[in-house]
């Protein structure tokens, strides 16, 4: 079946470094794909998401770009905050429309 | 943010006991989810519905049962707990299944002991 897999945390980080969290999925056919942050105590929240090959996603400073050829969808930041220390998520929406998701990466980012 | 509401946000009850936990929500949208979180697994879709008294099983349904009897209300019954099942529950909502992203509530953080 269907699949994402990230990479394992946490990420540690010092404010204004560059944040790659890398993501790849194994689907049948072309699915939509969704990058999720879920801060202490809250549910998720859609970040970004791109539908069809070569599309970038990007909010709030994070992109993604989805690559069809390696199968990735890799969440990018050019200088963290340390308020983006959350979990991310990626996940991917299959032929039946539902979401399958990743693991999560937890992402630490110290002053 | 979309106009979710979990209850309770925290439970502790015992093996045997059976749980309910009510999802609410204030967007009239068709579609609602019902995951468990845990660590190592992500995400996990227990059941969802696509309408009123329309429901349908997801990865981990065992154990668990639904009702939706009105729009707004989902609930997620354990007819009978256990330790197993201790883990953080998020109900999520959606407009349509394609093209539109889920929204997700704040999370029942449910122990049995």
């Known amino acids: 079946g269907d699949s994402v897999t990230q990479m394992e945390g946490p990420v540690t980080l010092s404010e204004e470094a560059f944040l790659t969290i890398n993501c790849t999925y194994t689907?049948?056919?072309?699915?939509?794909l969704f990058w999720y942050v879920q801060y202490p105590g809250e549910g998720l929240q859609l970040l970004l998401k791109?539908?069809?090959?070569?599309d970038k996603g990007s909010n709030k400073g994070f992109e993604a770009t989805y690559r069809k050829e390696t199968t990735s969808f890799h969440l990018e930041k050019g200088s963290v905050q340390v308020s983006d220390s959350a979990v991310y998520f990626c996940?991917?929406?299959?032929?039946?429309?539902?979401?399958?998701f990743g693991t999560g990466t937890r992402l630490q980012v110290f002053p | 943010d979309a106009g979710i509401t979990q209850s309770p946000r925290h439970k502790v009850t015992e093996t045997g006991t059976p749980v309910t936990l009510r999802c609410h929500q204030t967007?009239?949208?068709?579609?609602m989810y019902w995951y468990r979180q845990d660590p190592g697994h992500g995400l996990r879709l227990i059941h969802y519905?696509?309408?009123?008294?329309?429901?349908d099983k997801g990865e981990v349904s065992d154990g668990y049962s639904v009702s939706r009897s009105k729009t707004e209300d989902f609930l997620l019954t354990l007819e009978s707990a256990t330790s197993s099942q201790t883990s953080v529950y998020f109900c999520?909502?959606?407009?349509?299944?394609?093209?539109?992203?889920?929204?997700f509530g704040d999370g029942t953080r449910l122990s049995i002991l």
């Open positions: 999520a909502i959606s407009e349509s299944l394609s093209n539109q992203p889920q929204h």
């Open positions: 689907a049948t056919g072309y699915p939509s």
């Open positions: 791109a539908t069809k090959a070569d």
């Open positions: 996940a991917l929406r299959d032929n039946t429309d539902k979401l399958i």
């Open positions: 967007e009239n949208h068709r579609y």
């Open positions: 519905s696509y309408g009123v008294k329309d429901t």
